[in-house]
């Protein structure tokens, strides 16, 4: 059996018109597309988490510095606007490393094409920006086929915010192995947490399940604890914001404790993320800058306030796992095991071949 | 320092004009008291969540069975009106206990003034469950001496759900501890996890404690173990539905994933209930049947739909938590530390003195 090769759901594509994506702060309710040449309105898309995921966002900010690029007449115009495109992206969302990865490689593109015609160098940008995608659609197939073999059939899946097609630029990460097992024959039911406060697991997951197919049940996040005593779950996936060189995962508020949960259960715990989400050079979690959103994303759902007025807010929107917590980090190049530190240094260099069907 | 004798908000209370309750389901945003005679309009309440909380189920049970009784001109219509509506409210919630012991303390007044003019016997039921609620008060009062000494000055409290005086007919239970504690000079700060499905602690415990004064933070659900590991908070304290003879506790969903994350990190974890919360009958917490709620009390969040259609949704109610992972039940007749069997059948027999100021 062969994976679909195109996922069902495209959350964002370069079109002739600029870049499109889901607005994914609309859904379920509605599935609204966004076509933009505008850098700023995607910085803001960001920022309101309209476009979302750790790989997406990498994805996003390449077309955004394309589109930063594309009217300029001169090599010095194109360059400041492309800088201070940079800057403005950076500002956007500090805790995802793919953010800053992605304008790096864009960087060294336009340094590399430095006195080129400017039409060139646009077209080298372009170019640059649709290989980053097109390496984040393998990136999940690999993920998916890498991990497939870790889901047993009639397994009760745990999953943690959205990791599917709306989190990246192909089928996910953690959701590409539960689809590719799917996909694959094999029997299972996802459990999504529905992942407070912008309800991501509740709106996205089982948005995007629904439309493969795949049996899915919605939990509060309290809840996980239980389905995890009742044995309906047989293990954890969640994906990963950034990675650390020993291991400690980043990921969405409520990863840490699904984590401890699972431990205490004896469940496994996997996190499942691109190797571009490691970052070797922050050698443990509590070195990872925690972005702590605003109040209202907790105060109000669905526009209303459910929260009495004066009433103060902790609202960490990334929580640290630590590695000792995680059973496995599935990555495109492979399936580490603890202990992680020197795998996550050479998984790059050593890839594993995949797995045969 | 002498605590306030009357609690600033009185969510039930017994009238001329019938049984008055604060409506919980419409707080924060509105404060709207309902004045009832009719049995049908508290059973409804109590199944929707306008009246909740395990002690305040009690009382509204119990006032409920006067108004059943009030309009009857002979006994044998009495009995068969009290009947049906002890019936009605059974029928309502099944986990909570306070409701079956009220119905039993009001079916034993009927039994005793069995041939009694009907008038008398219509009083005689007033009286009781007015005593029910007076001794609710005085519950109230007695935890959160009782349990005052257990909250460190500059405490960080996690508390859970609502457990205050919308949840009683006085104070509170675990709630009554932490006003008291403040009422007598503590420092504290409490962090209120919202408890989904239905909000109690980002609507409800955060007004409450906002009316008297208390600095109130609060977090997701998801965010409990990380304040915990913060070191943000110094305890854990929860109220209870119910009760088992090894101390197993029935608490709102949520409670037994609380108990293990402070369990891992150290942190003590109180359970706070009246002795009327302990089931001697039941020995441990897996034979207490768990209510499970409808999918729309996760699936719909101020009035709109945050899951996609035809998503399943599983809402259990309550969990349990087992008793190893409990430090101390508070209770209005002393404090109780484990192992707790001995001590949870011998306490309404020897009730340990209140605590001096």
């Keep these: 059996m ?23 702060t609309r859904l379920p309710w509605q599935e609204h597309y966004v076509i933009t040449k505008d850098v700023e309105t995607i910085a803001e898309a960001i920022e309101r988490l309209e476009i979302r995921g750790a790989p997406a966002l990498g994805v996003a900010a390449a077309y955004a510095l394309v589109l930063s690029a594309a009217e300029a007449r001169a090599e010095n115009i194109l360059r400041l606007r492309f800088e201070k495109a940079a800057e403005r992206i950076r500002r956007t969302r500090p805790t995802a490393v793919n953010l800053f990865w992605a304008i790096q490689r864009m960087s060294m593109v336009l340094e590399k094409n430095k006195g080129s015609p400017v039409q060139e160098i646009i077209e080298a940008l372009l170019k640059e920006a649709l290989s980053i995608h097109e390496e984040d659609r393998e990136m999940c197939r690999r993920i998916g086929r890498h991990g497939m073999s870790l889901i047993p059939d009639l397994a009760g899946i745990l999953s943690h915010c959205n990791t599917g097609a709306l989190a990246t630029g192909g089928e996910g990460t953690a959701q590409a192995v539960i689809t590719t097992a799917f996909s694959h024959g094999k029997t299972i039911r996802v459990y999504a947490d529905e992942t407070r406060p912008l309800l991501q697991g509740a709106r996205l997951t089982a948005w995007e399940l629904r439309k493969y ?43 840490y404790a699904l984590a401890l949960l699972a431990q205490f259960h004896g469940i496994p715990f996997y996190v499942a993320a691109p190797v571009t989400t490691i970052d070797l050079a922050t050698g443990s979690g509590d070195l990872i800058p925690i972005e702590e959103r605003a109040a209202t994303d907790l105060s109000i759902v669905a526009g209303t306030k459910i929260i009495p007025d004066d009433v103060s807010v902790y609202a960490p929107a990334f929580d640290v796992t630590p590695h000792r917590l995680i059973s496995a980090i599935i990555t495109d190049c492979g399936v580490l095991y603890p202990p992680f530190e020197e795998g996550l240094k050479n998984i790059r260099i050593h890839p594993a071949p995949l797995p045969d069907d």
């Design 2 to 24: 062969v994976n679909n090769p195109h996922p069902i759901i495209e959350s964002i594509v370069w079109t002739d018109q600029g870049v499109q994506y889901l607005d994914q």
């Design 213 to 255: 197919g795949i049996p899915v049940t919605v939990i509060a996040d309290n809840t996980a604890a239980v389905i995890m005593k009742e044995r309906k779950v047989d293990l954890v996936i969640v994906g990963a914001d950034r990675i650390a060189a020993n291991g400690d995962t980043v990921n969405k508020i409520g990863t």
